[in-house]
Nanobody, 121 residues
Framework: QLQASGGGLVQAGGSLRLSCAASGRTASSYALGWFRQAPGKEREFVAS????????YYADSVKGRSTISRDNAKNTVYLQMNSLKPDDTAVYYCAAALYPTGWETHGPDYWGKGTQVTVSS
């Protein structure tokens, strides 16, 4: 089970940190990450991180402005988002899969409920 939190309303240029708690005995063995879906748009990949945190992947749209990290002791993945833009407004979904790659084409294995991020101009 994946439970996302940390969304909210922020002004353009601001920052937010999203969290996602993964439950289950094997949660720390899975790659974790994030997708987002803006109104009227398809869900898109944002970032993923391997179970060891040794590999991270980002969508071009957030690269350089966001950092994904994880704490396996807490089975939690984080997405620190800086320099937020109105285009970042979306519902952000936590996701999990055995591997952190290929999410843009194949998608993850598991989905969590989303958390709303709204960036005002």
């Amino acid at each position: 089970q994946l439970q996302a939190s940390g969304g909210g309303l922020v002004q353009a240029g601001g920052s937010l940190r999203l969290s996602c708690a993964a439950s289950g005995r094997t949660a720390s063995s899975y790659a974790l990450g994030w997708f987002r879906q803006a109104p009227g748009k398809e869900r898109e990949f944002v970032a993923s991180i391997s179970w060891s945190a040794g590999m991270t992947y980002y969508a071009d749209s957030v690269k350089g402005r966001s950092t994904i990290s994880r704490d396996n002791a807490k089975n939690t993945v984080y997405l620190q988002m800086n320099s937020l833009k109105p285009d970042d407004t979306a519902v952000y979904y936590c996701a999990a899969a055995l591997y952190p790659t290929g999410w843009e084409t194949h998608g993850p294995d598991y989905w969590g409920k989303g958390t709303q991020v709204t960036v005002s101009s």
